[in-house]
């Protein structure tokens, strides 16, 4: 054991070192202007502010949460909790403080050269992504030799707990999952709330920001004589870094984890010759006991490659910063972390005891994920067909430009779902449910590389922002622009990424709860779930509608919140202009403050009902109607959701990109009946690919690592069937 | 058998002479003034028109599938394919003719009084509902008497065929389940056509009328000088008229031969001891194989019931025709056409060998239906508050007023998943999957009385499109539009039942799937489908998330066929008032029939690729994937399906109704940019509420009533895993 916990330890402080290094190496940079300054300052301390006062929510419900825990297994299941949320909380804090401090040094950066610009704008995003990938995987191996006896092979069993001394009232389990299971849901619970949280910030301040200064006032963007402009700018902080990084943490952690605790299963079953069957797939090095940590920890190997290779990718950036064209040395920095990863991942297996089957599972998820983001950008993009086609569309008013909108991304989820099901029966056929985790972890390996490569957009994003409120030459706003434009096409890849590695994981993590939930009193058994059968039934199948369902209410509630606080916001930027027509004229500052605890409130106190929903349906499901039905809850979920959230994700990029594509001169160019359209479409679109899509990837995850904890719990027939 | 058949075809002989009888007596009201003769002459011919084009594509349709079938299986199969087609397709006609006979007599009568015009627009909708049920009904005797031996509890068995004399190509299947099913497919097939195609036309005129007429020249609803108003009106005959009657009869036949099939196949496997168990649970009657025909054939009890209650019902109404207030009596009929038909369903189980097993399950789907129906009221009427709230955020625009829109229709799927989640388990926990198809069957029982108040309505909008048209008397478009408002409210309960009836027939038709799929080699087992195995693995889970793609990708496909439709017909509208300007000034009749030609032959033409679709997707998955990847396949285009539909229905008559709201005078009324935003939105909401909604019903029917009929010809084992 010791030597996997130590390559990963070494990795992780690696990587933290990195994160490290980088924000040191920005705040070198100079911060420009006093104006500049003073914007820099409100967008931060807007941010600390919300991130501080959602970290006092997380903060409460982790320990209630963790208390349940505690009382209902042990206290190391409350323990390994914590750790999780405090390192997915502090992810999401690393990676908003880099961020914060990048964006107005980009922006002065900018003033001297484009180089320079994206120099410091993508090192403010390998903060994060380092931060990142370091924090998931230095806890994960925390965790393990914290307690690492109740890991030990020798002494790994099923367990039978009492629960609350009530007689009778007994739940099996192995304890080690439990731990690392708790470990998972604890950054989930803070992912959840990040996201849904800086999703409703982000885009209330966006659309109120838009709807009264660009639509009632035509101000320009980020004029700063709108009051909404510096929350619009704190959003990007707080949802598009934040919370994304808190959710890739939570995907990277749950597909690691969910190997190791199958790995886990399979080793206390194999007794049972069906799992003995199972483990032969992989070879004879498997078969061998004292191979067991190969077995369970492989995945700790795996991903160090991955930061490994990513750390190298970022050096070839770097010393590639001298080239004319930046944006195909990002492309090919991304292709080379992946290509490192593999071959890394090719060398680990090569010394491991295993046969290649769980390469072979990883280099699929890869290429999965590869395959997913390119059909995000075919759709999204306004070099295809579909997009210029939905920006034609836009010629014929509002109504058909949201209808054809919602067509593009209804269309887009063709490829995904079919490249989904194909991993998933290629990887189930090569290592069961093990194979199909695997291929999760595949997708997710080199995670470090597309969490820069995203964070990196909404940085330049707030440089442009700073540019022009910071009234600087046009020439700046052009160079920031044009960065913001190339992390756009890069992102294309690591938004469908985010889409598909949350599948893979959610995926690994039923894959997990199904072994927890088929090992039944001291036996283990390879699951064995009926979609329906003579005993139990239409359960599964009635779990599967409920399932399916709640991704949809889910999404109302986030909508309802976003256009909401959006309406509040629009209320206090009317009230501002009336009661101070100076803030027209530009002669005095609007009170950019109020606006920003607005959003924040409104996004703090709106993100508890869909995070309730999101904790509470599994465990009601479970409870009252067993672990099969919940079992088909899942899965709906994730049928229901990974279609949707393709949609969201995909209709708002379309979106979004074919107004772009009009502003660009096209179909009459700004300020003609078509660009009205495409704002309209646009502002629709907004909620769906920034709030509503990132929440239901972290939706699926959190609902199934809940079910995989409290597995145990739930009865195998519920009581009305007894 | 006799007496069930001969029940069922006395039934059905006098629906259908209701039906008759219905069309003769509004043939006999006079057709009002010269300009309404000729207007109503208009809409006539242009429906006919479409329907015989599209008449045209599907008896080429039908004559290829059903060849197919010959040659697969036996000629009776083939027959009972087209008489489901030729059937379905004659319901289709029936109604739309009874409803262009009423439209404007509706009118005409309205001149003289309200309750006239009641009258006429009831009584062709009576025609309507009559002839459904009439003629699914006699169709499904006629078949099952034609071919009375291969239902023969006698001789029933296991058959194996071999296919193409290929040798080692052979399939097994109950011949009676075949033929019925083929019944049942035929019929789906037309309903699909019917349904696709007559939504594309309608929403196609709908939205091409709307965004020429209203928004670009300010002309009022119906104005004869709007070229695409004609074509708007035949829409509302192909499509809510044609196209509902086509599909619900689908589900009206595909919920009786669920329980048929499913009856034969615990027939035939009865040594079976798990099977011997299941029919236990129906009493000692089912286990005596004298009761056969009981079993097999209840459900004709049943609906021939449904029938009767429904005709007491029209006769209940027409004698309370003189009450000044109408509503409640057109309520009171629906509630008393389904008290009478759950009284007669007692009755029948008293008399019948069973115990109450079926009728219990029966009476749930009752309740459900009513249930569901009651939602969609909650969430689209604007007596309550969702629509109401959603109305007030239009005053933020169009943006906000679509987003709205989408969280209203996204909550709305919260009860109806719930209820039918919950009518799955109890029907299954009562009696097996034969229990859920008697909740089916509960739901559709009275169909004829939600068909009839179903048409009415489209009825009713013609009745005051042609007085507009006709510049009779505003008094009388105020009694037409006083008949449609009433028509809506009832209308919403019927949209409940449709969703809902499609779901559980659905449902049903998998549950008979599951059945056939079982049914393996020469004996019968009950159906254990496996969600994730150790064999077949992830196969299900893969065809699931496929089949939730499959739904939206339909749905893409309609949209865009509506929005490409609605934009040729914009660039005519267009082109008729530049090249004409005589048009604008009512001087000169602008060219209504080259308005109807161009979207009759967008939506024939645009209807085939979505209706390829779900013909050939269950085919290809189940061919290459097996009879499991398939079984998930349904269930996940179910439940993607069912959420989808629910969310598209009552999102879209949400924002119709706020729209309708503001008018009233709320928030601002006509004119105000409240409305502007309304407008808007209602014309996103249009194709979601009457193309994709309705579609994706009879989108899952079709696809579980292909893999039904081809069960016997899908791998148990895909080809890959042998």
């Known amino acids: 054991m010791g030597v996997f916990v130590g390559v990963a330890a070494l990795v992780a402080v690696a990587a933290v070192l990195w994160a490290a290094y980088a924000t040191w190496s920005i705040v070198r940079h100079s911060q420009g202007t006093d104006r500049m300054k003073e914007i820099q300052h409100y967008i931060r301390d807007g941010a600390y502010a919300f991130m501080l006062e959602e970290a006092r929510v997380m903060t409460i419900s982790m320990l209630?949460?963790?208390?349940?825990?505690?009382?209902?297994?042990?206290w190391e299941v409350m323990v390994a909790f914590w750790i999780g949320s405090i390192l997915s909380m502090a992810a999401g804090f690393v990676g908003m403080n880099a961020a914060t401090l990048a964006n107005g040094r980009t922006t002065e950066a900018a003033r001297s050269s484009f180089k320079n610009a994206l120099n410091v704008a993508f090192t403010g995003g390998t903060a994060m992504g380092m931060g990142v990938a370091g924090l998931a995987l230095g806890?994960?191996?925390?965790?393990?030799?914290?307690?690492?006896?109740?890991?030990?092979?020798?002494?790994?069993?099923?367990?039978?707990?009492?629960i609350f001394g009530i007689p009778g009232a007994d739940v099996n389990f192995i304890k080690g999952a439990i731990i690392v299971s708790a470990y998972s849901a604890g950054a989930s619970l803070v992912a959840l709330f990040d996201r849904v949280g800086g999703g409703i910030y982000t885009k209330a301040a966006d659309m109120a920001a838009d709807m009264v200064g660009k639509v009632e006032l035509k101000l320009p963007e980020d004029d700063p004589r709108n009051p909404a402009t510096i929350a619009d700018n704190v959003g990007d902080n707080v949802g598009d870094v934040g919370g994304l990084g808190a959710d890739l943490l939570e995907s990277f952690i749950a597909s690691i984890i969910s190997v190791s605790i199958i790995g886990m299963y399979l080793h206390v079953g194999r007794a049972n010759p069906d799992i003995a069957g199972l483990i032969a797939r992989y070879g004879e090095g498997f078969q061998d006991l004292a191979n067991y940590w190969w077995m369970v920890l492989l995945p700790m190997l795996f991903v160090s490659g991955g930061i490994v290779s990513t750390l190298i990718a970022f050096a070839y950036i770097r010393l590639s910063r001298a080239r004319e064209n930046m944006q195909p040395v990002l492309m090919n920095g991304t292709r080379l972390a992946a290509g490192l990863t593999v071959a890394l991942a090719a060398l680990t297996t090569w010394l491991s005891p295993s046969n290649f089957v769980p390469f072979w599972c990883m280099l699929l998820g890869v290429g999965s994920g590869i395959g997913i983001g390119f059909t995000s950008e075919y759709f999204t993009s306004s070099s295809y067909k579909p997009t210029r086609q939905l920006a034609e569309s836009y010629q014929s008013g509002p109504a058909i430009g949201v209808t054809e909108g919602m067509a593009v991304g209804m269309l887009s989820a063709l490829w995904p779902c079919l490249i989904i099901g194909g991993a998933m029966i290629i990887t189930y056929l090569l290592g069961g449910l093990l194979g199909t985790a695997f291929g999760a972890l595949g997708m997710l390996s080199f995670v470090g590389m597309t969490v820069s490569v995203d964070s990196y957009g909404p940085i330049a994003d707030n440089a442009s922002g700073i540019a022009t409120m910071s009234a600087l030459d046009p020439s700046v706003r052009e160079r920031t622009d044009k960065l913001d434009s190339i992390g756009n096409t890069t992102a294309a890849i690591g938004k469908g990424f985010a889409i598909g590695s949350a599948a893979f994981a959610a995926l690994a993590l039923i894959a997990a709860y199904l072994w927890s939930a088929a090992g039944l009193a001291d036996e283990v058994h390879v699951p064995n779930i009926p979609l329906i059968d003579p005993e139990r039934g239409a359960l599964v199948l009635a779990g599967m509608i409920v399932g399916g369902m709640v991704t949809y209410v889910f999404s109302a509630l986030l909508i309802r919140s976003v256009s909401r606080t959006a309406d509040l916001m629009v209320q206090e930027i009317r009230r501002q202009f009336r009661e101070n027509p100076d803030i027209m004229e530009g002669k005095t500052t609007p009170d950019y403050k109020r606006c920003i605890t607005i959003t924040a409130s409104g996004a703090t106190r709106k993100m508890v009902l869909p995070s309730a929903l999101a904790l509470g349906t599994p465990l009601v499901v479970g409870l009252i109607f067993g672990r099969f039905a919940l079992a088909g809850f899942l899965v709906g979920a994730l049928i229901s959701a990974v279609v949707l959230a393709i949609y969201c994700a995909n209709a708002g990029?379309?979106?979004?990109?074919?107004?772009?594509?009009?502003?660009?001169?096209?179909?009459?160019?700004?300020?003609?009946?078509?660009?009205?359209?495409?704002?309209?479409?646009?502002t629709v679109g907004d909620p769906l690919k920034d709030t509503v899509g990132p929440s239901l990837d972290i939706l699926i995850k959190l609902m199934s690592v809940v079910s995989l904890l409290f597995a145990s719990l739930f009865p195998i027939t519920p009581f009305f069937m007894r």
């Open 139 to 162: 806890g994960l191996a925390l965790v393990v030799w914290l307690f690492r006896g109740d890991f030990d092979p020798a002494t790994l069993t099923i367990e039978t707990k009492t």
């Open 653 to 682: 990029g379309s979106m979004d990109n074919a107004k772009k594509y009009v502003e660009e001169g096209n179909f009459g160019g700004k300020g003609s009946p078509a660009h009205d359209a495409g704002v309209t479409a646009d």
């Open 64 to 74: 209630v949460v963790g208390g349940v825990l505690g009382l209902l297994f042990y």
